[in-house]
């Protein structure tokens, strides 16, 4: 059974359960072009609908779990989702409600290129910054919705509008964290690729989305202070990017290397930043793709 009939069954299975809600196959699609397969459960009169993304219970299937008992988890996850009750999402209609929940965070531009045509963005080298909503609900918890350029129209305003609203709250709600990796080296850097220099890693308090807080006023050459001097930045993944401080004798290229590597080990397909080194020059005060 693939992936779709697995999608097609799992639907038609918990349909025959529900009928009430009308179970929908549903592919969203998530950073850098991953798709995740979903259901989407909607009741009739109700403005807003769950999705349940069926990755882990497919994963299960594969490994020998019995059907029966994923649609069972399914069931019992969806159950869970209405008990907390409807997500109520009115609030998001108006600007005003919306506008200190506005911060940004950094994805790769050319791995979400079809993405950035349907939402407001900034290119920045080869990143992008893209803006998103973060609150707390009182019935679901801790959420975020990725803004859409259909929400500036809805909303009225322009990206400059957004941008300038993003770039006062994301240091706010997020303030960036910058701690040293020397004791974590071993778990960061792979044995064949280990550098005898100090390392600090840069993200935020929520460790989440923590590489956009490069692009906060005068962090970059607050790092380069701490460096005593230029430094090669290491993405890590879209929440945390490595400080290199710079040395003669350290190859770019080797560097290149070292990313990807962990990229394609170690970093989840959606989690990743780039492949890519850039390099931080104290004296221009500015960075680099190298």
């Not at 259909?150 to 303030?175: C, D, F, G, M, V």
């Not at 280990?194 to 308090?205: A, E, M, P, Q, S």
């Not at 906060?216 to 890590?236: N, R």
């Not at 290229?253 to 931080?280: C, G, T, W």
Request: aromatic residues 8%; charged residues 25%.
């Amino acid at each position: 059974m693939d992936r779709k009939e697995f999608t097609l069954a799992m639907a038609h299975a918990l349909q025959q359960r529900l009928e009430d809600v009308e179970v929908t196959p549903q592919a969203v699609r998530k950073n850098n072009g991953v798709v995740l397969q979903g259901l989407l459960f909607r009741r009739e009169r109700q403005k807003s609908a769950p999705t349940i993304y069926l990755e882990p219970y497919y994963e299960r299937i594969q490994r020998g779990e019995a059907f029966a008992d994923a649609v069972e988890e399914v069931l019992s996850c969806y159950e869970s989702c209405s008990r907390k009750g409807e997500f109520q999402a009115d609030f998001f209609l108006k600007y005003e409600e919306v506008r200190k929940t506005l911060v940004y965070k950094l994805v790769n531009y050319q791995k979400n290129k079809k993405l950035l045509e349907e939402i407001p963005h900034l290119p920045y080298l080869d990143l992008a910054m893209v803006f998103y909503s973060m609150f707390d609900h009182p019935q679901v918890g801790p959420a975020t919705v990725l803004i859409r350029n259909s929400h500036l129209e809805l909303w009225k305003i322009n990206q400059r509008i957004l941008y300038a609203e993003a770039r006062k709250n994301t240091p706010r709600l997020l303030p960036a964290e910058l701690r040293s990796m020397s004791q974590a080296l071993e778990d960061v850097v792979p044995a064949s690729h280990k550098l005898c220099t100090d390392l600090h890693v840069l993200t935020n308090k929520a460790h989440t989305n923590g590489a956009a807080s490069l692009l906060y006023p005068g962090m970059l050459k607050s790092c380069g202070e701490m460096c005593k001097g230029d430094f090669f930045l290491l993405p890590s993944s879209i929440h945390e990017v490595i400080l290199l401080p710079y040395e003669r004798d350290i190859e770019p290229d080797s560097l290149r290397i070292m990313v990807k590597e962990i990229n394609d080990a170690h970093v989840q397909p959606q989690e990743v930043l780039s492949d890519s080194v850039y390099f931080y020059s104290r004296e221009k005060e500015k960075l680099l793709v190298l």
